[in-house]
């Protein structure tokens, strides 16, 4: 039977009438089921909001500003919920919540075909993977762990000495911002896998590994952040098309080949002659070779910066209050070290140095991602409203770490003396709300203790050896943010102390 031009026509425009109406529909329904929420009038209709916020590399005060307008459980998307309620915030992560991971988690890999303990959705599989790295993580699997600490951040020291000490008469400014990125980076493929990267060895971006990650970290977080973007480069015929691939010859890619060469060289190995660093516990508890090329990736692509992240904010607010930077380097000047670097151990006996770490880690949180969760199927009711089903609660947690109701009237400070003066239940809130930086119960981060010996050897040991003056105080750096931190450019001049 012919069909005439015209009857198609008329079918064609039905169809597109048809289509056209059903996504009218669709996103009709989607506004009126969280209707009852505020928030940005484009962000309750379409996720391009979203984009345009990662576009713009603030995302941390774009959802501080969302939140700080519109109050708890601001709406951020046609499914999206903005959280900084801490309470909620644990309760979403707990061992026995209905709570799930959101399509969030999806692009937190390396190669979508492989998903890691952060990208993994299902609870019990991700039970599974977190017993398999937990030893590892946790630091008792690992021999000479604090040794190999101190091994990196001698070399750290060394290379400013040889190389970036100011005087009277001459100027070595340092790039602070990528130096202390080579130590975290070093110290962290060696625990990984028994060989540092040689950042500091060469004092340089070896296989352009931060130029890469730069570069990709936005895309990541873009494919994260909308949700049918993370569905759809989930898929590997179009996932494969966009991520990095081990045929690189640097960045993300040459990572992943190394990793993989490793994985095949150390699977080869009976398990009792096993190494006893962390790739070597990954195996004796069972990994298989598929997910130990994704644990180690994340492991050194997430490890890495989040805590070099730290240090780096941490010396900026330093250098930028006097009279902190003298009352702890007085408490630094007033102890007595046993050995050539300080001991983890005694680090934590240092009041002050402990409080400015966590100040530090406070004003300025490492990871400010969405961390989405869904709610059960039947929905959920926070604060006496009800939530259907299925939509995503993620947190803001520039506005959870600045919450007047937690650190006080004076909370977008940087007073680590709040740390000394809170007692009984405010301090236990204050420690409470501050912990969720690093995530809570079933989802909390696994790194976490090897990142706290880091903080406690490096900031002592710097301002130790040390004193530091920031370049040009009113542009003290390169600072973007797409959930998580890509700084730059952050120039120091530094002296050797007497």
């Known amino acids: 039977m012919t069909v005439s031009i015209i009857d198609f026509l008329y079918a064609a425009r039905y169809l597109l009438g048809l289509l056209f109406g ?27 909001w979203m984009a345009d916020m990662v576009s713009r590399k603030r995302q941390h005060m774009d959802l501080f500003e969302v939140h700080q307008r519109y109050g708890e459980l601001a709406r951020i998307g ?12 644990q309760r979403m992560s707990s061992a026995r919540s209905e709570y799930t991971r959101s399509e969030w988690y999806l692009g937190q890999k390396l190669e979508v075909e492989h998903d890691n ?24 699997d690992v021999e000479g762990l604090e040794a190999t600490a101190d091994k990196h951040l001698l070399a750290f020291l060394d290379l400013i000495k040889r190389k970036y000490i100011s005087t009277s008469s001459e100027l070595r400014q340092v790039d602070f911002a990528r130096k202390v990125s080579y130590f975290a980076m070093d110290f962290t493929t060696d625990i990984a896998f028994g060989s540092p990267w040689g950042c500091l060895a060469k004092d340089e971006d070896v296989d352009k590994w931060f130029e890469s990650a730069d570069l990709l970290l936005p895309n990541v977080i ?15 015929v179009i996932g494969r098309l966009v991520m990095p691939s081990d045929k690189d010859m640097t960045g993300a890619g040459r990572l992943l080949k190394v990793v993989k060469e490793v994985v095949r060289k150390r699977f080869d190995v009976e398990g009792n002659e096993q190494k006893r660093d962390m790739m070597g516990s990954f195996i004796r508890h069972g990994i298989n070779r598929t997910d130990a090329v994704a644990e180690a990736t994340l492991q050194i692509a997430a490890g890495t910066e989040t805590t070099a992240t730290t240090m780096r904010n941490t010396m900026l607010y330093i250098m930028t209050n006097p009279h902190v930077y003298r009352k702890l380097q007085s408490e630094i000047d007033s102890t007595i070290c ?3 670097i300080i001991s983890d151990e005694q680090s934590r006996t240092l009041p002050y140095l402990q409080s400015v770490i966590k100040e530090g880690a406070r004003m300025c949180p490492p990871a400010t991602g969405l961390l989405s969760k869904k709610t059960p199927p039947a929905g959920d009711t926070i604060n ?36 000394l003066e809170a007692k009984g239940e405010t301090l236990e809130r204050m420690e ?18 090897i990142s706290f010996l880091e903080l406690n050897k490096v900031f002592f040991e710097l301002m130790r050896n040390f004193d530091f003056t920031l370049i040009d105080p009113t542009r003290p750096w390169k600072s973007e943010n797409v959930g998580l931190w890509i700084q730059s450019e952050m120039f120091v001049r530094v002296t050797q102390r007497e």
């Open 22 to 48: 059903t996504i009218l529909w669709k996103q009709w329904s989607s506004y009126r089921r969280l209707s009852q929420f505020k928030g940005p009038f484009w962000a309750s209709i379409t996720n391009l």
């Open 222 to 236: 873009m494919v994260s952040t909308i949700p049918w973007l993370a569905r759809l480069f989930s898929i590997p």
């Open 78 to 89: 046609p499914n999206i919920l903005l959280t900084s309620d801490p309470d909620l915030i």
């Open 117 to 140: 303990v952060l990208s993994t959705l299902d609870d019990k599989l991700h039970s599974k993977k977190r017993g398999q790295v937990a030893m590892g993580y946790s630091g008792k």
């Open 338 to 340: 046993k050995g050539q």
């Open 432 to 449: 409470k709300s501050l912990g969720l930086i690093w995530g809570y119960g079933k989802y909390s981060c696994l790194g976490k203790n």
């Open 384 to 419: 006496g409203r009800f939530v259907p089903g299925g939509v995503d609660i993620g947190q803001c947690a520039w506005g959870l770490q600045r919450s007047k109701a937690v650190y006080g009237e004076d909370s977008v400070l940087f007073r680590p003396e709040r740390w």
